[in-house]
DNA sequence: TTATCATATCATCAAACGATGATATGATAA
DNA sequence: TTATCATATCATCGTTTGATGATATGATAA
């Protein structure tokens, strides 16, 4: 009976998840994966807009994902430990696996049914 | 610009950690890392609804996270792959040192502001 | 100073998500 | 067979989520 006082614990690690399950925060984690990149390098290289793109990094940051520093009027952006591109690669080495499964699960995933 | 091809990878990526970003599928996650458990056992042990268990077990099953395997009137769930608990334990030790962050974070994370 | 560039913030709204309750299925026991 | 137990399915509904557009802030350049 681990209940009570796990709870708070796996609400915090299912955060942790959230933070990856966005295609479009995982689209700027893999955009940080070669190195720092300033805000507007990964507007460009995401294709995504602008205060999209600052409100996810907005997210990442204070989840201490990532990690920001000014340069002149810029700001750079890199994860902030190696363990995050680590979860990225343990989760493609996983995918190599259960990819198919994953594109067609449905419920509690995305909206569109699988095609029959 | 590895976009347009790159955009079918990223979406399944996230659906794959999206397994992982709900309190409830982690809980039964969790209850399946000591080895394979019935859907009677692991709703006492999560104090889950049956119906919301079996939702969700249903989405973890598709997504090839668990594996299902009839045993008598009983339905026995495992984890499918040690690599799913692999991602279970590096998240783990990513939070003992991002974890007050992630309490932290709210937007695209949780309603609740934290508090001041 | 003012102008301009780079980024952040915030409210709004539509869409996706997850819990629930009712019901269906499927397996065993009687 | 019928009854019962274990699990699955499904529609519904309230909540959470993420994209957008407008605007604010903050930094540098003129």
Do not use: W
């Not at 990856?20 to 995401?46: H, M, N, W, Y």
């Not at 294709?47 to 940051?61: E, G, K, P, T």
């Not at 204070?62 to 002149?72: I, T, Y």
Request: aromatic content about 6%; overall charge negative.
């Amino acid at each position: 009976m681990l209940l009570a006082a796990q709870t708070t614990r796996v609400e915090i690690k299912a955060r942790l998840f959230r933070g990856f399950s966005d295609p479009s925060r995982l689209k700027i984690l893999e955009s940080l994966r070669d190195g720092a990149q300033t805000v507007g390098a990964i507007v460009e290289c995401t294709a995504l807009s602008q205060s999209n793109v600052s409100n996810h990094l907005s997210c990442l940051r204070d989840c201490g994902l990532v990690m920001a520093e000014q340069r002149g009027k810029f700001v750079e952006y890199r994860l902030s430990d190696p363990r995050v591109e680590e979860l990225l690669i343990l989760a493609e080495i996983l995918l190599a696996d259960v990819a198919h499964g994953v594109y067609e699960c449905t419920r509690y995933s995305t909206e569109e049914r699988a095609v029959e």
